[in-house]
C-alpha cells in the first residue's frame, strides 16, 4: 500500500512558477515510478511527467518539456515538481500517483488526492 499527498498548488501569473510537492509512504516504494498528471475541467487526466523512485529516469510529455523538473528526495521521500514558464493552459488539478513506469495512467495504482493549479493570463 502506498499513500500519497500532494501540496503545493495555487494561483500564479503566466510566465511564473509554483513548486508541487508529493509526500510518498508505504513500505515498498522503491518498486516504483512515481508519475504527475493533471486534469483540467472537461478534459482527460493527461501524463505530465514521471521519474523512476532511484530519480536516475525521468520522461516528460511535449508541453511541458523544458519547463517542468520532476525530482525527488528519498531520504524524506518526497518528490517534487518544479513547474516554471507557466502558462494559463497549464491550469488543472495535478496528481501524484504510484505505479509501472509507463505514461498511461491506467498504469499507476495509487493516486493522491490533487491540488489545484491555476494560472492567470
Known amino acids: 500500500q502506498v499513500q500519497l499527498v500532494e501540496s503545493g498548488g495555487g494561483l500564479v501569473q503566466a510566465g511564473g512558477s509554483l513548486r508541487l510537492s508529493c509526500a510518498a509512504s508505504g513500505r515498498t516504494l522503491s518498486r516504483y515510478a512515481i508519475g504527475w498528471f493533471r486534469q483540467a475541467p472537461g478534459k482527460e487526466r493527461e501524463f505530465v511527467g514521471t521519474?523512476?523512485?532511484?530519480?536516475?529516469?525521468?520522461i516528460y510529455a511535449d508541453s511541458v518539456k523544458g519547463r517542468f523538473t520532476i525530482s525527488i528526495e528519498n531520504t524524506k521521500n518526497t518528490l517534487y515538481l518544479q513547474m516554471d514558464s507557466l502558462k494559463p493552459e497549464d491550469t488543472a488539478v495535478y496528481y501524484c500517483a504510484a505505479g509501472m513506469w509507463s505514461t498511461l495512467a491506467s498504469e499507476y495504482d495509487y493516486w493522491g488526492q490533487g491540488t489545484q493549479v491555476t494560472v492567470s493570463s
Open positions: 521519474i523512476a523512485w532511484s530519480g536516475i529516469r525521468t
